[in-house]
């Protein structure tokens, strides 16, 4: 997520956003490991339990892949995580190094391995429209696993009215994966839910400064007017929300129909983000804490004998 965060619109709001990052560094440790629920909540919506059921497990599929290549926006980059405004790849879920969160690929090659047969070509406010480019680089390094996050910036607008229209970012996953299979037809594909923004804005907002940030600019569509409780900012959010499971069920349908596609089953869509798990700069991307949480459902997922239900 993140697209409007990297780009301050004023010099005066990044340097608000710097001040106000170190403050929060202090006032709230999210940096450190932690626990958590790590599969679906119990509390979560049909759209994320029932309503996205996986495609059937493959005699193929392979629970110890031997090459990593990631995918997505700036979650997998590790946006915000370790400093502010900055990415740290070094932290991300999918392909990082940090031993306090060992990624997915650490987990599955072992550290060493893992350095040199892991790839990371997310970008930081990247939408759908963009990962047929991402999935071209990623094919060229012929990985055995490519690992999909991608969806938050197509909701995290300046307006609920912008955000991308469903049929467009099927359009656009589509194409991706036909892109992926120009050039690694048998590359296996782990796919990740959207997490749901309106949660994220629910722990957030009990934050004083979180809500300072927030009103810089970051993700307009759900965390605008954080405070309003109003019949139009509540009905905004909820619009936002509805989004997220329209593609979330976009990116089930999608992989279903790919045999060596897994969907997560919703399980980052339902994952309980406390605030210990959100940045400390943002209080809306995953801190290292969280970055581990992802790495956990993402191994638990890649190396399950069956496909999360």
Not at 7 to 33: E, Y
Not at 48 to 69: E, K
């Amino acid at each position: 997520m993140r697209e409007p965060a990297t780009r301050p619109r004023t010099r005066g709001a990044l340097a608000a956003l710097a001040a106000l990052g170190c403050v929060g560094t202090a006032a709230l440790a999210g940096c450190s490991g932690g626990g958590g629920d790590h599969g679906v909540s119990r509390n979560a919506p049909a759209s994320s339990r029932g309503a996205f059921p996986s495609p059937s497990p493959t005699p193929d599929w392979n629970p110890r892949p031997g090459s990593v290549a990631a995918v997505g926006d700036s979650i997998t980059r590790g946006f915000d995580a370790c400093s502010v405004l900055a990415d740290c790849p070094e932290v991300s879920w999918a392909t990082g190094t940090d031993a306090a969160v060992r990624s997915l690929a650490v987990r599955l090659l072992g550290a060493s391995k893992a350095a040199d047969h892991s790839w990371n070509h997310a970008a930081s406010g990247a939408r759908m429209v963009q990962l047929p480019a991402q999935m071209a680089l990623a094919a060229k390094e012929r990985p055995e696993l490519v690992t999909v996050m991608i969806g938050a910036n197509d909701a995290c607008r300046d307006s609920a009215a912008l955000m991308t229209p469903v049929a467009d970012f099927r359009a656009s996953f589509t194409a991706s994966m036909r892109q992926l299979r120009a050039g690694a037809p048998k590359a296996q594909v782990y796919v990740s839910s959207v997490p749901d923004l309106k949660r994220l804005w629910s722990t957030g907002r009990v934050n004083e400064l979180g809500r300072k940030i927030w009103d810089l600019g970051i993700c307009q569509s759900m965390l605008a007017g954080a405070d309003d409780l109003g019949p139009a900012a509540v009905a905004r959010r909820e619009a936002v929300r509805e989004r997220v499971v329209a593609y979330n069920e976009v990116l089930r349908e999608v992989c279903a129909k790919d045999r060596h596609c897994r969907y997560d089953g919703g399980a980052v869509f339902g994952f309980r983000f406390t605030s210990a798990q959100l940045s400390p700069w943002d209080w809306f991307h995953p801190s290292r804490d969280g970055q581990a949480r992802l790495a956990e459902i993402a191994y638990r997922n890649v190396t399950a004998a069956q496909p999360p239900a």
